[in-house]
């Protein structure tokens, strides 16, 4: 059994990272899920990915002992496709029409699930070789 839980290292200065995982192994975490809302991150405009700062935090986290539940990043909206496609087409909505703040992102909405089309599986070739990640 494993003891962690969700880690957003893309919100913080990497220099912060190392304190992070030294943390986690004083408290004995085992496993973080890591990747939740950081497609902005990983996907800054249409058709560019950018894997290295996410090959860094699992090459820090497998050094400190610490496996990863790697997410598939697509539960917050990338800003610009909110903005490009019109919020209502990508998004939830309250009941009142306005757009939801937390997991934005509809499942059901077609210009997000298309757009969100690429998954994980788009970093394989960098991260598929790591023990580090175990589910996936």
Same mark, same amino acid.
Do not use: C, H, K
């Given at each position: 059994m494993h003891y962690g839980g969700d880690y957003n290292p893309e919100q913080w200065p990497e220099e912060v990272w190392p304190e992070d995982? !030294? #943390?986690?192994?004083?408290?004995?975490?085992?496993?973080?899920?890591?990747?939740i809302f950081s497609w902005s991150r990983i996907q800054p405009e249409e058709g560019v990915?950018?894997?290295?700062?996410?090959?860094?935090?699992?090459d820090l986290l497998h050094e400190g002992?610490?496996?990863?539940?790697?997410?598939?990043?697509?539960?917050?909206?990338?800003? !610009? #496709?909110g903005r490009r496609s019109n919020i209502p087409e990508s998004s939830r909505r309250t009941k009142r029409g306005r757009p939801s703040r937390r997991e934005a992102a509809s499942t059901t909405r077609p210009r997000r699930r298309t757009t969100a089309a690429w998954r994980p599986s788009?970093?394989?070739?960098?991260?598929?070789?790591?023990k580090t990640i175990r589910p996936w």
């Open positions: 995982v !030294r #943390l986690m192994q004083e408290a004995g975490v085992t496993m973080v899920s890591i990747g990915f950018v894997w290295d700062w996410l090959d860094r935090i699992i002992g610490v496996a990863v539940d790697l997410a598939t990043a697509t539960a917050s909206l990338r800003l !610009r #496709l788009s970093a394989a070739p960098s991260l598929s070789d790591t």
